[in-house]
């Protein structure tokens, strides 16, 4: 059991009050999300620790669906040992995407699915109670210090595992740091992503850093959706058309996105090509209505995911493709369809401050892949795609539309992809194999 520190302990106790301090601001902002998705002022019981009980011998902690995806093979391996698993999650997509996939074993009693409880020591203590694990398995680079601190007081030892800590993660902290220690010196054990993030773990005081690698490189590309997709392009008469798909945009950067798509769409106008189709995704389910009207305003023809396709991604409706300029991704959970349509991927975030999200899955898929300058929260794998021939980092939006008009004919050597996916899967075996060694499986 690891001992918390006495600067530690002040933290955890002013961060606990702060907690209780900010409990109605918190349900304001479940009630204001559950306008446009009502699952988050549902099972509130088990954000506070409540809920049926359930024995478990792991506790795996994926945030959302992002997570849940890149640790699901992990999560079929430990239920293969026969582990009994409680998975939580914090956004209803990643608890909904939970209960489907394990939709099987949650009926064998294999394992369950719930929210996370709230930052408060007294969630965790009846968390605890109520499942009993031995191994808590905390995904990704999120640091939840009451979350840790009731590990340690519990006597369950948890590591962060396919974790990451950026350069700036640490300036960003640093203050903190001075003053009370870092919440990551509390775990068992840290699998880190990359040599960098590691070093970075260990100048804020984390033991047992390890270099793992990246789960998200191991995930389970969901077959009906890339054949859907393959389909879709057959049907549609797509095969010789040219296809972008930006993925995960977010709000700050619809405008330049946008603008993008009209300028493209005019430079192939010029040249006397087919014109392109763009499956433009945003990453947050409000934005999605709001994306559909800009779309008109600017005078796209786009159709909506949901009123073109089936559960079953069949389309339902017949258009003249060749007329349509945008298909809007307004699901959750597809993002393997939105990129099996498209030759060139546009991972978003990389022209907002708060950084570019994952280039993993079109790396999987084989896809000439651009992303915005705001790499800083995925300079692992970027810098290495890029070195390999797989990436290209973009400054500005100028420069987006030049590199989308040269990327969409350019062909990625198959050898290049499986060179480079060889070298950094795998971690979910390194990741099992870790623990046994420390005596935790």
């Not at 797509?238 to 700050?252: H, K, N, W």
Request: glycine share 8%.
């Amino acid at each position: 059991m690891r001992l918390i520190s006495h600067r530690l302990k002040l933290f955890l106790c002013l961060y606990q009050f702060a907690w209780w301090l900010g409990l109605p601001f918190v349900f304001l902002y479940l009630l204001i999300r559950s306008h446009k998705d009502s699952d988050y002022r549902h099972n509130l019981e088990e954000r506070f620790g409540f809920g049926p009980t359930f024995e478990a011998n792991v506790w795996v902690h994926a945030v959302s669906l992002g997570e849940m995806r890149a640790v699901e093979p992990l999560i079929r391996s430990l239920l293969a040992k026969n582990k009994t698993l409680v998975v939580t999650c914090l956004t209803p997509a990643g608890r909904r995407y939970g209960l489907e996939a394990f939709s099987t074993e949650i009926s064998k009693s294999q394992m369950c699915v719930r929210f996370a409880p709230f930052e408060l020591f007294g969630a965790y203590r009846r968390f605890f109670k109520r499942f009993k694990p031995v191994l808590g398995l905390v995904v990704e680079q999120e640091i939840w210090p009451i979350m840790l601190g009731a590990g340690c007081i519990n006597a369950v030892p948890i590591y962060l595992i396919n974790s990451q800590m950026t350069n700036f993660g640490v300036k960003k902290v640093a203050w903190f740091t001075m003053l009370f220690g870092h919440c990551s010196s509390l775990v068992t054990g840290v699998f880190a992503k990359s040599e960098a993030s590691a070093n970075n773990f260990k100048s804020l005081g984390a033991k047992n850093v390890l270099v793992i690698g990246e789960l998200r490189f191991d995930q389970i590309i969901p077959s009906w959706q890339t054949n859907g997709a393959r389909d879709f392009r057959k049907s549609a008469g797509l095969l010789a058309r040219p296809t972008f798909v930006i993925c995960s945009m977010t709000a700050d950067e619809e405008e330049i996105y946008i603008q993008a798509i009209l300028e493209v769409k005019r430079k192939f106008a010029d040249f006397g090509v087919l014109a392109p189709l763009f499956i433009l995704v945003p990453r947050a389910l409000e934005r999605f209505d709001v994306v559909f009207e800009s779309l008109g305003r600017v005078e796209l023809k786009a159709v909506k995911r949901s009123e073109t396709f089936d559960d079953s991604l069949v389309p339902i409706k017949v258009f003249e493709w060749d007329e349509v300029d945008v298909l809007l991704g307004d699901s959750f959970g597809e993002m393997f369809f939105y990129m099996g349509l498209a030759k060139t991927a546009i991972v978003g975030g990389g022209f907002n401050p708060s950084g570019a999200h994952n280039i993993i899955e079109p790396l999987m898929l084989g896809l000439n892949t651009l992303v915005g300058p705001q790499i800083w929260t995925i300079m692992f794998p970027t810098m290495e795609a890029q070195a390999a021939g797989l990436v290209t980092v973009v400054d500005d939006n100028v420069a987006l539309v030049t590199e989308m008009l040269a990327a969409y004919d350019d062909n990625i050597e198959k050898s290049q992809r499986t060179n480079f996916l060889a070298v950094y899967s795998g971690a979910t075996e390194k990741t099992l194999k870790v623990l046994a060694e420390q005596g935790h499986l």
